[in-house]
């Protein structure tokens, strides 16, 4: 099939993979085009079961058209979920969020558990937060700013925002912010690293989880180091990295749980679109640390 | 029952009581005495199951005799292991060396894995690799000098061991010990933490375990930063902190695989014993990273 791609999604992966470092993903290539969720339409078709018009999700290099091989299996899930807010915003993002609810029994946050989600706003953080929110978890977000803060309470359904800006580093953090967050935290569904995962281990239970999804603050080469790995053993905490391309098993519930939350309103995703990929290219807008709120995407036709 | 203390057993733990900081175990109270393992007998009894000479083992104060109120559960165990160096030396010990090993299917170090044990030639990491090499495991040692780490592959079954003082961080560890660890390790059991931590981490295999028993680089109140805690994601790794004492039910079952493992010869523990309590007062001997190999022990009488 020829499949037009209608928008490309930015993503911190992304940025990961300009670093020339043994990493889960393969470094980019110079010289050639960055590969990228994508969602489209089928244009031509010599396949019987895509018709033109199909809608289409690829990894694909940021191109406005390509051909594209269609896998076996596909076919259901392209024409199950046609809402483009649960089938494009990375369907990585998605697993990812369900990682930290489905790794085993005893790991799902329990109703009446406090979750803290670091990079709040974000695609992952605002969808992770509305799944956590339906299991009756009190949700408390960090972002950065006073308006990503009121949009995570007002909007995205938060319990509490905590400002990281207003701290300089992890220690006063858990005093200060003793109001929106007077409860220690249980789980922890951590996307930011550094400083920010010190003040999140201040203030975990014990015998709390930490799903580590992303460590946003080094992503632009700068050191990551933590001060008080000390309260892992102390708290005994459970830690765990994780990717989401190595969970395709809780891909189909996923989908169906966020296309459900979706469908009712609980989760509305909020989307920053660029018109064309010259809009922005600087590689720091994929990590959505500056003024866009939510999934950040390109509009490529 | 009046029971007379032989010996009293010293371990790291005691160290992080003496710090007046929230952790797992309560501060050690000023002017009072310390408590520790012990094992002795009986030398006088109102209770009809437990005549004069039982052995007898508790968590008691440092001093020669004591009385002690029989729990109803304890006559079987105090029976069926008469053997001083699988009672004492710290039940606790026994079962942290199984938390790795038995905390869930998946997680058993599996035959042909590569485990790492940091303070390799102290009671824990000795006891962890006789275990580990019992499951087929290759078992790589870290410990202090040329002579512990002669003692690790020599006496102690270890396949190697890295002597962490030729190093002085965690960058040129991997690199430099490239002969006696060529492979990465799928497994740690972790004692010290710092960057000895760190250069477990540059040489995890993706997927790999850490079990964080101890910290005891930090337990003289020096900070214990990680360089490299981004690995954790990078990698996948699972860690996870835990305490002994939290770990009750695989005692019964690690004190029989260890005394198997001493009675067969597999486990030779090796013991400090000090005269006296007045002989050792200095409290880092009971993290023994000078001198002293294997279990601390002070004969009281």
């Not at 191109?63 to 896998?71: E, F, G, K, V």
């Not at 494009?88 to 946050?109: E, I, K, N, S, T």
């Amino acid at each position: 099939v020829l499949v037009r791609h209608h928008y490309l999604s930015l993503d911190p992966y992304m940025r990961g993979r300009m670093n020339d470092g043994k990493s889960y993903a393969q470094p980019q290539p110079l010289g050639e085009v960055m590969i990228g969720g994508t969602v489209g339409e089928v244009v031509e078709s010599a396949h019987p079961r895509f018709r033109r018009a199909t809608r289409w999700w690829a990894w694909a290099a940021g191109r406005n058209t390509a051909w594209s091989m269609p896998p076996a299996r596909r076919a259901a899930q392209g024409r199950h979920h046609p809402c483009a807010a649960v089938a494009l915003p990375g369907r990585g993002r998605h697993a990812r969020r369900h990682r930290l609810v489905r790794p085993g029994q005893d790991h799902r946050p329990k109703a009446g558990e406090t979750v803290v989600v670091s990079a709040a706003t974000g695609a992952v953080g605002s969808a992770f937060a509305a799944l956590a929110k339906a299991r009756g978890c009190r949700v408390v977000g960090i972002a950065g700013g006073p308006d990503k803060c009121r949009y995570a309470t007002e909007e995205l359904g938060f319990d509490a925002c905590i400002d990281y800006k207003v701290h300089k580093d992890a220690k006063p953090c858990p005093r200060r912010s003793r109001t929106p967050a007077p409860r220690a935290s249980t789980a922890t569904f951590e996307n930011v690293g550094g400083w920010m995962l010190d003040a999140v281990l201040l203030r975990m239970n014990a015998f709390g989880r930490i799903a580590l999804c992303g460590m946003i603050a080094g992503y632009d080469g700068a050191p990551l180091p933590l001060a008080y790995p000390a309260l892992i053993l102390v708290n005994r905490l459970k830690v765990e990295g994780f990717i989401v391309s190595e969970h395709m098993e809780v891909w189909p519930e996923a989908l169906k749980e966020l296309g459900t939350l979706v469908g009712s309103g609980k989760l509305r995703p909020r989307e920053s679109i660029a018109q064309g990929i010259e809009a922005r290219p600087r590689p720091s807008w994929a990590c959505s640390r500056a003024s866009n709120f939510g999934k950040q995407l390109v509009k490529l036709i």
